[in-house]
């Protein structure tokens, strides 16, 4: 029997069924489920690690990928109820947006969902447990909710001085984006 791939021990994905998404923090799984792979989010530029959560301040192997990288900058955020402007933030990383530099985060506790597009413009959803680091290439288009579980604990990485700037969707003409559907989304 083929060994499991480590990465989808905490690492989920699915096309979600777009009709039902009033509350952000459901599944909204498919009737039958479509599960999306590792390697469907790879053609969409999308890279993934599993990596030892418990020891990510001393971790070799993160400190690898932050060299490959470049990732100089590194903090640490949580999300639940008891951060400041809870609602409103919440509401605001579920807004349809991109940014002209790659995404990195890795999940060190909690959980949550990345819902992003892919060719067709229909939305997958991402689900990250402890353990899960993941790169949202530049360009494109995604939102970010948490769970049923209503914490997360995330590291963000940068290379260089850190960007957070999101462009809310429509967005087409920015660079980062025209790049990303030259690379990714024409086949
Ligand atoms: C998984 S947290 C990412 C939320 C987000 O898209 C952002 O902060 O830009
Ligand atoms: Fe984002």
């Known amino acids: 029997m083929l060994r499991k791939d480590p990465r989808e021990e905490v690492i989920e994905a699915w096309y979600i069924d777009d009709d039902s998404n ?88 909690g959980s949550g969902y990345l819902d992003v597009r892919d060719v067709e413009d229909k939305w997958i959803r991402i689900w990250l447990k402890k353990g899960a680091m993941i790169v949202l290439p530049a360009g494109i288009y995604h939102r970010a909710s948490l769970d049923f579980n209503s914490y997360i604990k995330l590291v963000r990485l940068f290379a260089g001085n850190p960007v957070w700037t999101p462009h809310n969707r429509p967005n087409d003409d920015l660079q980062a984006r025209k790049e990303y559907v030259e690379k990714f989304l024409i086949q």
């Open 22 to 109: 009033e509350n952000p923090s459901l599944p909204y799984h498919k009737e039958p489920k479509e599960v999306v792979s590792l390697d469907q989010l790879a053609e969409l530029g999308i890279l993934t690690w599993k990596l030892d959560a418990d020891n990510y301040e001393t971790d070799e192997e993160l400190n690898k990928i932050r060299e490959a990288r470049g990732y100089t900058y590194m903090d640490c955020i949580c999300n639940n109820e008891q951060v400041p402007n809870y609602e409103e933030m919440n509401k605001r990383i579920y807004e349809e947006h991109l940014h002209s530099d790659d995404e990195t985060r890795y999940c060190v506790d």
